[in-house]
């Protein structure tokens, strides 16, 4: 009788641990690989070769004098945010802006280029970034505002105090410009090179609310001349001519891409430099003695739009949302 209650318990024992043998290493495996996982998404989102942690403070070069001033790196973000966009934009702009701003200053630092010597980054905004002493900024407000527009930026640096965008772990270049006039560029039709799979064109609504931001400049016949033969000197151009001046491409931004003047075919982006113009989405029209350029946006429409910023603020949207809806799948994370 003992030998059966022995070999039943023995049976039931193997009963008991079959499914443990069976199902044990499938809840461990899937720890370990839920473990190694995270610290993978860890490595992955902190890149080794960057320590923005030892970015405590910013060597700013003042273009002015030459001189390089060493500025605690929020004190530097708020002289930034303050000069790059209106203190009367919407809190979750400005807060964008300034994680912008925090994350371009970054790659410039990471990227270790040397331009400015000792230098991180200069205060000349169609250099690096612009940048305005506490001062300065102050002063140029109206004295009922300065309180609470300094406050204002301040508290979205703060508010944001850390946050950098990313994409597959390393921090982005984040471009931005004053008005899209509706479509952010692809870098490629602006500078030509390789793309960046965060910088797409998106479109914006509510830039076109943005008027101040249209511009013409119109010209003679004559000095449009002088100004393209001062580039291409085997330029010609003949009026009568039908379509002697006629556009052949549109960017993906909906800007110029190529243009036929006379017998050279030109990019936007090289009349929007020739010509002085705020951004290379423009219409040209001959006159009797004139050539006018009929302009919609500022800047080269790369990365975040400052007033698209300020319209999907208005939306509702928050500072997060904003980054999302300018930079392609990237992620906002804390250095
Ligand atoms: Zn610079």
């Known amino acids: 009788m003992k030998k059966y209650l022995i070999y039943f318990l023995i049976f039931l024992a193997i009963c008991f641990c079959i499914p443990i043998f069976f199902t044990s290493p499938f809840p461990i495996r899937k720890a370990k690989t839920t473990q190694s996982q995270n610290i993978q998404v860890n490595e992955v989102t902190v890149d080794s070769t960057y ?7 910013v060597k700013l070069l003042h273009k002015k004098d030459n001189k390089v001033e060493e500025l605690p790196f929020d004190e ?5 945010v303050s000069s790059e966009m209106p203190a009367s934009f919407e809190k979750e702009a400005l807060k964008a802006q300034a994680v912008v701003a925090r994350t371009y200053t970054l790659y410039k630092m990471s990227q270790n280029s040397k331009k400015h010597g ?21 002063e140029k ?19 944001t105090q850390g946050k950098m965008i ?14 899209s006039g509706g479509n952010t560029e692809s870098p490629v039709d602006v500078w030509g ?29 004559k000095k449009f001349e002088e100004l393209i033969l001062k580039v291409h000197s085997n330029f010609k151009i003949d009026y009568k001519e039908k379509d002697c001046i006629k556009i052949k491409e549109y960017t993906e931004g909906k800007r110029i891409k190529v243009i036929k003047i006379g017998n050279l075919e030109l990019s936007g982006v090289e009349i929007r430099t020739i010509f002085g113009l ?10 009797k003695e004139n050539i006018k350029f009929e302009v919609i946006g500022y800047g080269h429409g790369v990365g975040m739009s400052q007033t698209g910023a300020n319209s999907l603020a208005k939306q509702g ?8 809806h300018f930079y392609t799948g990237v992620k906002i994370e804390d250095i």
């Open 193 to 221: 090179g390789s793309n960046y799979p965060y910088l797409q064109s998106v479109q914006t609504s509510g830039e076109d609310a943005y008027s101040e931001y249209a511009s013409e400049v119109t010209v003679s016949k």
């Open 278 to 287: 705020k951004s290379a989405n423009f219409k040209i029209t001959i006159e």
């Open 76 to 80: 530097y973000l708020y002289g930034v």
């Open 118 to 138: 000792e230098a991180d980054i200069c205060d000349d905004y169609a250099c690096c970034q612009a940048w305005i002493s506490k001062k300065d900024r102050l």
């Open 141 to 159: 407000w109206k004295e009922s505002s300065r309180e609470e527009y300094w406050n204002k930026i301040v508290s979205c640096v703060n508010e």
């Open 317 to 324: 949207k928050n500072y997060e949302d904003i980054i999302h």
């Open 166 to 179: 990313t994409y597959e772990g390393k921090v982005i270049n984040a471009f931005f410009h004053s008005n």
């Open 51 to 57: 320590d923005y942690k030892k970015y405590k403070t």
